[in-house]
Nanobody
């Protein structure tokens, strides 16, 4: 069983920082890819950043230079350091993990950027 649990969301002012964490609390799988997606109200879910087990990263253009994704594979954890946050970053952020043909999602954590 896989259970992805996110934490670290909250309310922050523009220009501030947050660090999101995601942990697979049940399995001992070594995921091929772990990453973050987000969904703003009225919009489709979109990729934020992914990181493969081989260390290859992929970022959305809108977050390049501001967000950094990292992993601790031994603990099946993935993190997203978000700096210089903007109101457009407001969304529910979802952790994602891929193992072969299967994908798994967390329940999401709310990030609100507002003054």
């Amino acid at each position: 069983q896989v259970q992805l649990v996110e934490s670290g969301g909250g309310l922050v002012q523009p220009g501030g920082s947050l660090r999101l964490s995601c942990l697979d609390s049940r399995s001992a799988f070594s995921f091929d890819v772990m990453g973050w997606y987000r969904q703003a109200p009225g919009k489709q879910r979109e990729l934020v950043a992914t990181l493969t087990s081989g260390g290859i990263t992929n970022y959305a253009d809108s977050v390049k230079g501001r967000f950094t994704i990292s992993r601790v594979e031994a603990k099946n954890s993935v993190f997203l350091q978000m700096n210089n946050l903007k109101p457009d970053d407001t969304a529910v952020y979802f952790c994602n993990a891929i193992l072969g043909p299967r994908g798994f999602w967390g329940q999401g954590t709310q990030v609100t950027v507002s003054s």
